[in-house]
């Protein structure tokens, strides 16, 4: 890997955003393939990330290059992929005609498809895939906080490529079974459309525990799926991944004790799909619960939970009229 050629994020949104702000805050050289509407926010306001620890950084626009040219990786050292799940054959096929053969190709994307995607379109280049355990909400005028806890997991390679893109404030680790800490993250994501459909800060809907009997009997279901197929999940915090539907029960008071030694999630934070929803976009359902559901099909395990909360925000999707605050009893179909 050549570490003086620039880092280029394909597809800076919130997550790609904050990434590539954060390594040109610790002077790697790092470009961004962003969209109009970003590359005017950036250009007018500078780049300024904040973090639910109450730290800022600011970076002007001249701090890191902008392009909406894919033309931008053609010196790429590093391509970090953190584009929606729908787009990576589309940003695969842009980094195949641009990308220098050598340069490393890093997959931070939601779900466990997007890697083989990149590596079919790709040939023989090296892809390796990633887990971004933490939440961005793009906050508008350049801003990008970061609202919950967690360090970024990259497959191992001989190129140690997870410690080369660890800097202060954004730690990377190497991990040796990055497909068992994607699906991790994947099961924990399921509640992003909980999220979606209650249009509730996460903190307040972990804080109450229908909600979280609501995330515990999907993650269950979820769960049951991974090991019928034979598929361990890791966590990305100390308790295992089969005691967490156990805990997502548990009284609040408890609960609240064990979730803030574990992780740290600001009051605001919201999830990605909730996001989709505000502003009219399609989400990744197809890649989080539907992933999920294929899994489930192929071994016989019955999702019926799952199958209706995919089905619940199909509709809000259809609606276009943002998240649409259903109640845990209205999500089971109780009310």
């Not at 939440?135 to 906080?145: K, L, Q, T």
């Not at 089969?242 to 030694?261: E, H, K, Q, V, Y």
């Not at 071994?299 to 276009?320: D, F, K, T, W, Y």
């Amino acid at each position: 890997m050549v570490t003086d050629r620039p880092i280029v994020v394909a597809g800076a949104g919130a997550i790609g955003c904050f990434v590539g702000g954060m390594l040109a805050a610790s002077h790697r050289r790092v470009a961004l393939l962003v969209r109009p509407r970003v590359k005017t926010e950036i250009e007018r306001s500078g780049l300024r990330l904040t973090d639910f620890d109450g730290s800022e950084t600011r970076l002007g626009a001249g701090q890191l290059a902008l392009s909406e040219d894919p033309a931008i990786f053609h010196s790429a050292g590093i391509v970090l992929v953190t584009v929606k799940s729908a787009d990576t054959a589309d940003v695969a096929d842009q980094i195949a005609r641009h990308a220098p053969p050598d340069a490393v190709i890093v997959s931070l994307q939601n779900g466990i498809g997007n890697v083989a995607v990149l590596r079919e379109r790709l040939g023989g280049r090296r892809v390796l895939a990633g887990m971004v355990p933490f939440n961005v909400i793009a906050m508008g005028e350049g801003r990008f906080h970061r609202s919950t806890s967690g360090d970024i997991h990259i497959g191992e390679d001989e190129a140690n490529t997870a410690a080369a893109l660890s800097v202060p404030g954004l730690t990377m680790r190497a991990s040796g079974d990055i497909t068992g800490v994607q699906w991790g993250k994947l099961i924990i994501n399921l509640n992003n459309a909980l999220s979606a459909l209650s249009d509730m800060p996460l903190a307040a809907q972990l804080a109450n525990r229908n909600w979280r009997r609501l995330f515990a009997d999907q993650m269950a279901e979820g769960l049951a799926a991974l090991k019928a197929a034979g598929i361990t999940p890791v966590s990305s915090t100390p308790i295992p991944m089969n005691w967490s539907p156990t805990l997502l029960r548990l009284p609040d008071m408890i609960f609240n004790a064990i979730l803030g030694r574990t992780m740290k999630i600001d009051p605001e934070a919201r999830s990605s799909m909730w996001q989709d929803l505000k502003q009219g976009r399609k989400t990744e359902i197809d890649y989080l619960q539907g992933a999920v559901i294929a899994l489930a099909e192929q071994n016989h395990v019955e999702v019926p939970l799952m199958r209706r909360i995919v089905a619940l925000i199909r509709e809000a999707e259809a609606a276009g009229n943002g998240p649409p605050r259903l109640t845990p009893q209205q999500i089971r179909g109780t009310a």
